[in-house]
T-cell receptor
């Protein structure tokens, strides 16, 4: 069965520093993987997705993620953190390829940015 | 991207009453919508899959008589929390896929803004 594990429930970085949020997946078939961001009391916004095309995926707000099959990882990075990046980040996997396929979320990582 | 809208964004009700939350796809049609529940500082838990014109599919452990789901049209799904109790207080979020590109599944779900339910 597919699942995702996010390492680190809370990550704190200085403004301007590298952001690295870790996600490992488990899947018996090539996965669809996603990173979503959630601001307080709001829904989720898609940052980026991997759907078996390029392994390095670029998303919005300067974020990118690299799919590494050998490591079963899909870590999220951003070269230089901005105060506005403070939010909750969720890694997710789709349980199939059909339009009705469910998406399962990791436990989330709260990103804090220090001035 | 596609827009999904939820209403109301916040609702406070008394214990024992029922509350309806609406989820609409504003610029696309959705044969399938997904309802999630989120407790404070926790991840999203999938509650059920809402299917247009047929019964919803509930995840294990979710009471279908407590959480009634109706997907009467291609742009509207509703979640009704029946006889609400304080333990039902939570953040409920709906989502859907946009398949207008020839029905191709592009993978991602688009999420509503969420509805915060507080049961007194």
């Amino acid at each position: 069965a597919q699942s995702v594990t996010q390492l680190g429930s809370h990550v704190s970085v200085s403004e301007g520093a590298l952001v690295l949020l870790r996600c490992n997946y488990s899947s018996s078939v090539p996965p669809y993987l996603f990173w979503y961001v959630q601001y307080p009391n709001q829904g989720l916004q898609l940052l980026l997705k991997y759907t078996s095309a390029a392994t390095l995926v670029k998303g919005i707000n300067g974020f990118e993620a690299e799919f590494k099959k050998s490591e079963t990882s899909f870590h999220l990075t951003k070269p230089s953190a901005h105060m506005s990046d403070a939010a909750e980040y969720f890694c997710a996997v789709s349980l199939g390829y059909s339009s009705a396929s469910k998406i399962i979320f990791g436990s989330g990582t709260r990103l804090s940015i220090r001035p | 991207g596609a827009v999904v809208s939820q209403h109301p964004s916040r609702v406070i009700c008394k214990s024992g009453t029922s509350v309806k939350i609406e989820c609409r796809s504003l610029d696309f049609q959705a044969t399938t919508m997904f309802w999630y529940r989120q407790f404070p500082k926790q991840s999203l838990m999938l509650m059920a899959t809402s299917n247009e014109g047929s019964k919803a599919t509930y995840e294990q452990g979710v009471e279908k008589d407590k959480f009634l789901i109706n997907h009467a049209s291609l742009t509207l799904s509703t979640l009704t929390v029946t006889s609400a109790h304080p333990e039902d207080s939570s953040f409920y979020i709906c989502s859907a896929r946009d398949l207008t590109s020839g029905g191709k599944n592009t993978g991602e779900l688009f999420f509503g803004e969420g509805s915060r339910l507080t049961v007194l």
